[in-house]
């Protein structure tokens, strides 16, 4: 006689309930990467196994030094809950007590820390609550859930303060991932703010070099005009010199003005050949005109980029002029390739790869191609280079996540390589 063997899907045991409901809690949380529908989620659960009509889930706001109500449940009409609530407020004040202030026979243990309710704590009540949950990481209170549910009494009472542990400790470390990310993204725009700032030091001294030769020539113009009013030679040709140094200041600034206005990238899913064949149809008759030939290069079935199509038009029109003017009137080839890169770990890349015949970079000018103001460029008057236009190339190459590479050989040409992080195929 065989014994029929028990059927797994059968077992509707309250231990398997449990851990569907946390396995279901885990997943959802962890596929969330913002704190509000993260605190709505949280709150929504745990309102539901406390038996909750309405709550509330506070996070820390360490800038503003409260606690900001984040989610809510239930009609807010019926409560009485603020939208902020002081760090010295009774409730938060007592859950980040240490244990021994607040243990008593009216509070449950929740992972260490423990739960109040209105015998314990009479401020729950006048907030119109029942029970405060907190959520502590690394020894702080970084954020506490509201119920207007009475703890359960009896048999019944254990496991759903087991389970209310669980989630709520569950809920605990996802909040604390995401602040933990919004700390890290704060510190990454406060360390570029401190950078732009140190650069704009930089182009504010490098702007008053600049400046200085043209405010020369336009004073000593001012200053000689009334006596040589008469001379027609010297009226005309210092007044084609003053306006090309007037010319060189607005550009100057113009540039100025592009590098220091911090512009968030736009981004929109693009076709990296499309904005490499437009820049290259743009520049095609002063190609001509200088006896350069264009070559063109481009790989097919290249994923699309997310990137701010004017932003990255302007990388690319700014490094094939550089090669146009590094060629000068000799002639020579301008060559542009895309391609796709394949990074460790499965990431895809797109490569556009610019190469021209020209004069070349001497090895020791490499490493400063992309600092304010430095520039190999020695034409006079209004087309002198100003020593912007790859520091801007290379700050919009940066500001989309990717990478720009040089490579030359002096009398041979330039190589510039930018490389950007391409959608999955």
Not at 249 to 263: P, S, T
Request: net charge negative; with cysteine; proline share 5%.
């Amino acid at each position: 006689m065989s014994t029929r063997p028990a059927n797994p899907a059968s077992d509707s045991s309250p231990t398997t309930e449990f851990f569907d409901q946390l396995t279901r809690f885990s997943i959802d949380l962890g596929a969330m990467t913002d704190l509000g529908p993260l605190s709505e989620r949280a709150l929504q659960e745990l309102s539901r196994v406390g038996g909750a009509t309405h709550g509330a889930l506070y996070l820390l706001d360490r800038e503003h030094e409260y606690y900001r109500r984040a989610a809510t449940t239930g009609s807010p009409a019926k409560t009485k809950l603020p939208e902020s609530i002081a760090l010295d407020h009774p409730v938060p004040h007592r859950l980040s007590s240490p244990q021994s202030e607040i243990a008593s026979h009216h509070t449950a243990s929740f992972g260490g820390s423990f739960a109040l309710d209105v015998s314990d704590e009479p401020a729950l009540a006048a907030l119109g609550m029942a029970l405060a949950l907190p959520h502590i990481s690394r020894g702080q209170l970084i954020a506490f859930s509201l119920l207007d549910a009475a703890q359960p009494r009896g048999q019944h009472a254990a496991s759903v303060h087991a389970l209310l542990a669980v989630l709520a400790q569950t809920a605990t470390n996802a909040v604390d991932r995401l602040m933990l990310y919004e700390d890290l993204h704060r510190s990454h725009l406060l360390m570029k703010r401190t950078d732009r700032l140190k650069s704009l030091e930089t182009i504010a001294g490098g702007f008053a070099h600049e400046i200085r030769n043209p405010l020369t020539s336009i004073k000593t113009f001012i200053q000689l005009a009334p006596e040589r009013k008469d001379d027609p030679d010297f009226i005309r040709d210092f007044s084609r010199i003053v306006l090309d140094d007037v010319y060189r200041i607005e550009r100057l600034i113009d540039e100025i003005l592009d590098y220091a206005r911090y512009m968030e990238p736009k981004l929109t899913e693009e076709d990296i050949n499309d904005i490499v064949s437009s820049c290259l149809y743009f520049i095609d008759v002063k190609a001509d005109t200088k006896g350069i030939r264009i070559e063109k290069e481009l790989a097919t079935n290249l994923p699309r980029v997310m990137l701010d199509r004017q932003q990255v038009k302007q990388v690319f029109l700014n490094l094939f002029l550089n090669a146009l003017d590094a060629m000068g009137k000799a002639g020579g080839f301008l060559r542009v390739r895309t391609k796709l890169l394949n990074r460790p770990g499965g990431r895809v890349w797109v490569q556009v790869e610019t190469e021209d015949t020209g004069e070349g970079i001497p090895e020791g000018n490499l490493e400063h191609i992309f600092d304010p103001f430095f520039t190999t460029k020695h034409e006079s008057g209004e087309h002198e280079g100003t020593g912007l236009g790859l520091t801007i190339v290379h700050q919009i190459v940066q500001e989309h996540r990717g990478e720009i590479e040089v490579r030359s050989v002096p009398g041979k040409g330039t190589t510039f390589l930018v490389n950007l992080p391409a959608l999955s195929l």
